[in-house]
């Protein structure tokens, strides 16, 4: 059994490669997964109203949660940038050097 680290810019970013996510489950891999932003640009696709940054947050990390959950993905951690201000600095770095580090993804 292997650890599997997804990366992604966005909550939604790993439908993208949700096919070999499951195939990797069925092989009894661990999936984990670290997003950067919390997806908070945009509009709802449910109600296909737009609504305020902190709302459309929330929306994407719940949705997030339970994709993740259908994928069965063990862990996931959010870096918490917004969307469109994604920046490198000291401070994430270390966080997911640790996260890397810790798991030692296949």
């Given at each position: 059994m292997a650890n599997i680290l997804t990366i992604s810019a966005?909550?939604?970013d790993h439908l993208g490669c949700a096919g070999t996510l499951f195939k990797l489950k069925e092989k009894n891999h661990h999936l984990y997964e670290i997003v950067l932003t919390a997806g908070n640009e945009g509009f709802n696709r449910a109600t296909k109203k737009i609504v305020n940054?902190?709302?459309m947050k929330?929306?994407?990390l719940t949705e997030f949660k339970k994709a993740?959950?259908?994928l069965g993905t063990k862990k996931t951690w959010c870096m918490g940038?917004?969307?469109?201000d994604v920046h490198y600095d000291k401070e994430t770095m270390f966080k997911m050097v640790?996260?890397?580090?810790?798991l030692k993804p296949q």
């Open positions: 966005h909550p939604d940054n902190l709302e929330t929306i994407r993740s959950k259908y940038f917004d969307d469109l640790k996260i890397i580090r810790d």
